[in-house]
């Protein structure tokens, strides 16, 4: 079945520090991966996704992610965090050998620390 | 502006009791969910809806009924058989498979503001 899994449950990182947020996933065939923001009792905003081609992709307010196929995870990055990057990050898959659900993983708080 | 509209935003049921949240887009897109966000269990999937008149249960569907009479509605139903209700319920809509995969929009989620239900 698939899955996603986002380890950290919490990450704090100092206001200009470089930022990452974990993502892993499993599926049977060829996967579809998003990243989404929530911000306090808000809808999940799109971030970035990856359906094929370069490995490394680039989103919204300087986001960026990294497919990689072999270890199987697709990591959120941001080269200089900013206090308004605090919100709860999810990660989500699609897996094109089987229907159209989407799933997301638990979601990951991020606190940037001013 | 084309968008989801979720109603209502809050709303309190007494156990027994059926509810009813709407969800409303005027994106034109094919596919529509429902998933239901628990603090620290993050989103899981109750049903979606690619098609008019067809929808699929996803991995929490007990105690819970939709329909998808037109396509640019998916009405979620609370029923007195879901054990544990309150939760913040978020509906959402995208682009269905067709076309190249690549192309902006598609397989996106638009999400909706939510709809709070707390069980009293």
């Known amino acids: 079945a698939q899955s996603v899994a986002q380890p950290e449950d919490q990450v704090n990182v100092a206001e200009g520090n470089p930022l990452t947020v974990k993502c892993t996933y499993s599926?049977?065939?060829?996967?579809?991966l998003f990243w989404y923001v929530q911000y306090p009792n808000r809808g999940l905003q799109f971030l970035l996704k990856y359906i094929t081609g370069d490995n490394l992709v680039k989103g919204s307010y300087g986001f960026e992610a990294e497919f990689n196929k072999s270890q199987t995870s697709f990591h959120l990055k941001k080269p200089s965090a900013l206090v308004s990057d605090s919100a709860l990050y999810f990660c989500?898959?699609?897996?094109?050998?089987?229907?159209?659900?989407?799933?997301f993983g638990k979601g990951t708080r991020l606190h940037i620390l001013p | 502006d084309g968008g989801i509209t979720q109603s209502p935003k809050y709303l309190f049921r007494k156990e027994g009791q059926n509810v009813t949240l709407s969800c409303e887009q005027n994106l034109n897109h094919d596919a529509m969910y429902w998933y239901r966000q628990d603090p620290g269990q993050g989103l899981r999937l109750i049903y979606y809806?690619?098609?008019?008149?067809?929808?699929q249960k996803g991995d929490i569907a007990e105690g819970y009924s939709v329909s998808r009479e037109k396509k640019e509605s998916f009405p979620l139903t609370v029923t007195s058989a879901q054990k544990n209700p309150t939760a913040f319920y978020l509906c959402a809509s995208s682009i269905v498979r067709g076309g190249s995969p690549i192309r902006s929009g598609a397989n996106v989620l638009t999400f909706g503001a939510g709809s709070r239900l707390t069980v009293l």
């Open positions: 599926v049977s065939g060829n996967p579809y």
């Open positions: 989500a898959v699609r897996d094109l050998g089987r229907d159209d659900k989407i799933i």
């Open positions: 809806s690619q098609i008019v008149n067809d929808f």
